[in-house]
């Protein structure tokens, strides 16, 4: 399968990119079927000489059916050469930091950021019962687990 990806060149902690096709089984660095531009992400994106594309054997590759990274596809929408993929799905990261809570299932951003608003409604009013109850229980936990100790 044909893959158009960004291949790592430049130095320590100054990458720049090859945007080549080569076939998935290839190393990332290694070998390569055709280069079809560069990509340099230290230069601002407001100056061309961020990025230089073959337009026409890109549009070539993808009609041969070369498959773009996520990034990749993203560099072509961005200059308009494919369409703009699709956002991934991050509902996280519709919620301000200090307001997300650890959850094992992943929800809707639009029903966490509810539920957010909801309990920072809620917030004041059970706020303190809450801070009552909290050191009384350690109390309780302590007592019963210093005489298994002693037993051991």
């Known amino acids: ?4 990806r960004l291949s790592m060149g430049g130095t320590k902690k100054r990458p ?3 945007i080549v096709v080569a076939d998935s089984r290839f190393p990332r660095d290694g070998r390569f079927i055709e280069k079809l531009g560069f990509f340099n992400p230290l230069i601002p994106r407001e100056k ?3 990025m230089g594309l073959d337009v026409e054997r890109v549009k070539y590759w993808l009609g041969q059916g070369a498959q773009p990274t996520t990034r990749v596809a993203r560099l072509l929408g961005e200059n308009e050469i494919m ?3 699709a956002k991934g799905n991050n509902p996280q990261k519709a919620i301000p930091k200090k307001d997300r ?3 094992d299932e992943g929800g809707d951003a639009k029903a966490d950021a509810t539920k957010a608003d909801a309990t920072k409604a809620e ?3 059970t706020e303190a019962p809450k801070e009552e109850a909290k050191p009384e229980a350690p109390k309780e ?3 019963p687990e210093a005489p298994k100790e002693e037993a051991k």
Do not use: I
């Open 83 to 85: 369409p703009m993929p």
């Open 48 to 50: 061309k000489e961020r």
């Open 16 to 18: 720049v990119y090859k």
């Open 141 to 143: 936990e302590a007592k």
């Open 123 to 125: 917030e004041p009013k």
């Open 101 to 103: 809570k650890k959850t």
């Open 1 to 4: 399968m044909l893959k158009m």
